[in-house]
């Protein structure tokens, strides 16, 4: 049977004469970035993701964090200020669209793709293999066997799950814990700058704007658009409309136009048209007008189920789980992405530290990351429960940081790669 292996293994590492062997299963954010910090020092890394072709947005933002952007200006491959957008406010609308209240703020977005495009050009392709997906793990205290479902088997020193918030390795290796929903979901979208009427621009493009709800929240911001381009105007305007609930009304939500069943998240161009005709009738009603207009003009926005994941260990032997396949914040700290790039930085200052012997460096990074895991999905969580019921007070700072609120906030002199040594 193939599935985890023994709690705690003998230190067998010692005195070994090759790199250290990784498997990285997963390929998004947070594998890559476990692959090219593990690769830098010194390992034998290669990558399996299941996707068979390279991996495309679901078309919302990323706010950056000093974690997610270490690799870039520590290896001074990117000036960020070029795929990067500024957010200078945090503002809080009234229900006819007139602003509440407005905070300074130094915050960047970036988008899924010129984050996962740049890590993918730091890496070597021909170790970077689509259409793997992982289905068992075997493991003994010299070596980790992986299976694939195209019937290879990989051995490797590390495995390094990286795979997300549905995670294989999680089923396998924790099994029991599953993603906890969390009575709300997020309908997300994004739409063209240019498509905005000028006074609706003026009014979301410098800044994160949100608006309260009794039953929920929204907000936009601008990211960089799908070529990267960053200049004010060009760019897209990502909005979510966090509303509340109930399971029997999330199925008939998850059921696709063409009748498939979705679980954590219904794709753009999936979501059955009475459901954006809703929607959208709703936003109409419901939102002040610029929030409205965002969201109409959005032909097929997406969904997204919020759910708590939170495991009680990460690692299992010669194996660990990573980002999303750990620990799942609800996106209200904005600090999903960067917990999976800390994960991943920790584990190779761990290795180096302790020479490459695996389960002693993966004994000493589990009690870190745990931690950092569970902070953060604790305090998302309280946010998002308060967002979503009427308990959040206008003009409030969001919780957005990875180990403390306000840590992802960056002047733009951070954002140039000579910066950071
Ligand atoms: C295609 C894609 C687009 C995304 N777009 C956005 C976005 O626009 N905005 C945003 O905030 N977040 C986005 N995310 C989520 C974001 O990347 C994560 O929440 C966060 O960065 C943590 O990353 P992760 O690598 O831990 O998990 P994920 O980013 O979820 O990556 C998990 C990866 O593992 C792969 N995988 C799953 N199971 C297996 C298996 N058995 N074998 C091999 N590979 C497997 C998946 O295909 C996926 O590529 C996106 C994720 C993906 C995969």
Redesign the pocket.
Known sequence: MWSGGPASQPDTDAGRHRPIRVIV???????LSAAVWLRDIGCDVVV????SVL????????VLNPATVRYFLTRKVADLRRIAAPIRALQYLGRDGEILSTTTTSWWSS??NVIYRSLLDCFDRARYLLG????GIEQDEHEARVRFASGRVERGDLVVF???????GRRLLAPGCTPAYAGYIAWRGTVSEEQLRPETFDLFHAAITYHLLDDGHTLAYPVPSRDGTVEPGRRLMNWLWYRNVDRPALEDLLIGRDGRRFTASVPAGFVADRHIARLHADARAALPPPFAEIITLTAEPFIEVIADVEVSRMVFGRACL????AFRPR?HAAA??AK?AEDAYQLAMALKAHQGNVPSALRAWEPGQLALGRAVVERARQAGDRLQHGRWQVGELVPFGLYKVSDSMMLEEYLVPSAVS
Request: net charge negative; hydrophobic share 40%; proline share 2%.
């Open positions: 299963v997963g390929g998004s954010l947070g594998g399996f993701e299941r996707s991996l495309e947005d679901r078309g919302a933002g990323i988008a899924y793997e997906e992982a289905i990286a795979d997300g918030v549905n995670s294989a990573l980002g999303d396949a996106p999903g992405t999976a």
